[in-house]
């Protein structure tokens, strides 16, 4: 699909959205019954579920640090989740790489010092792909972590970007990832203190355009920080209900 085609003279994406515009969200707390702390995340079609498990003593031979806490990320791609059927192995190099970008973006927002010799466990499952895996992982473990108790300096909000026809637009999804001329850029924040927790980038992206890519990127970190404190909210209230049953 050529650039011309994702995005009309009108300014419309292929998905009907304008370049500002983010996906539609739909998140939840407290979804899983075993887990210390789960969540249930959309962003568009992009699916992902989240089982946090922690923190309990470390369960791998190893070096043990001993006065922080160590976390462990695994993630997993369902075998229904493209168009393309097939299993994948947990070796598999573009899995590895999601996980070792989610756990960079919580090392320094949990307070890991608070739980030192201990592991925290964050098991994320991708159930539908569309587009923004990584943005999508990142925010569904952020809502996980806090439906698990863990002591953390702030949200981390993650939300993807990139130019196409000279035009910046917000949160990519998968036809417009895959497109070869379309860079895109995954910002991961702490909004409170605007704080970058992660930055990373799957193609080139000319300088003069980087920081109009970065400011929009941020904007829909911002959204999705409400959106996600709203769940948190909601989760609160459940469970006060509950308890006062």
């Given at each position: 699909?050529?650039?011309?085609?994702?995005?009309?003279?009108?300014?419309?994406?292929?998905?009907?959205?304008?370049?500002?515009?983010?996906?539609?969200?739909?998140?939840?707390?407290?979804?899983?019954?075993?887990?210390d702390?789960?969540?249930?995340?959309?962003?568009?079609?992009?699916?992902v579920?989240v089982?946090?498990?922690?923190?309990?003593?470390?369960?791998?031979?190893?070096?043990?640090?001993?006065?922080?806490a160590?976390?462990?990320?695994?993630?997993?791609?369902?075998?229904?989740?493209?168009?393309?059927?097939?299993?994948?192995?947990?070796?598999?190099?573009?899995l590895?790489?999601?996980?070792?970008?989610?756990?960079?973006?919580?090392?320094?927002?949990?307070?890991r010092?608070?739980?030192?010799?201990?592991?925290?466990?964050?098991?994320?499952?991708?159930?539908?792909?569309?587009?923004?895996?990584?943005?999508?992982?990142?925010?569904?473990?952020?809502?996980?972590?806090?439906?698990?108790?863990?002591?953390?300096?702030?949200?981390?909000?993650?939300?993807?970007?990139g130019?196409?026809?000279?035009?910046?637009?917000?949160?990519?999804?998968?036809?417009?990832?895959?497109?070869?001329?379309?860079?895109?850029?995954?910002?991961?924040?702490?909004?409170?203190?605007?704080?970058?927790?992660?930055l990373?980038?799957?193609?080139?992206?000319?300088?003069?355009?980087?920081?109009?890519?970065?400011?929009?990127?941020?904007?829909?970190?911002?959204?999705?920080?409400?959106?996600?404190?709203?769940?948190?909210?909601?989760?609160?209230?459940?469970?006060?209900?509950?308890?006062?049953?």
């Open positions: 699909m050529s650039r011309q085609e994702l995005l009309s003279p009108e300014g419309l994406r292929v998905d009907g959205r304008r370049a500002n515009e983010l996906r539609r969200i739909l998140c939840r707390a407290s979804v899983l019954n075993t887990a702390g789960s969540a249930y995340y959309e962003q568009g079609n992009t699916k579920l089982a946090v498990y922690g923190p309990r003593e470390p369960r791998f031979r190893g070096p043990v640090q001993h006065d922080l160590t976390i462990n990320v695994e993630f997993n791609v369902a075998p229904f989740s493209t168009s393309e059927r097939r299993k994948r192995s947990k070796g598999d190099k573009r590895l790489e999601v996980a070792s970008f989610v756990r960079q973006a919580f090392e320094g927002a949990i307070q010092s608070v739980y030192p010799r201990s592991q925290i466990d964050i098991y994320l499952h991708l159930l539908q792909h569309d587009g923004g895996t990584l943005e999508t992982c990142i925010n569904a473990a952020t809502l996980a972590l806090i439906d698990a108790g863990i002591s953390m300096d702030d949200y981390v909000c993650a939300c993807t970007a130019f196409i026809d000279e035009v910046p637009v917000l949160d990519l999804n998968a036809v417009e990832e895959s497109s070869i001329e379309t860079p895109d850029l995954t910002v991961a924040i702490l909004p409170r203190n605007g704080n970058i927790a992660l990373q980038m799957e193609s080139r992206l000319h300088s003069d355009k980087l920081e109009d890519v970065m400011d929009l990127a941020v904007e829909g970190c911002k959204h999705i920080h409400r959106k996600l404190d709203e769940a948190v909210l909601a989760a609160a209230s459940d469970l006060a209900q509950k308890l006062n049953r």
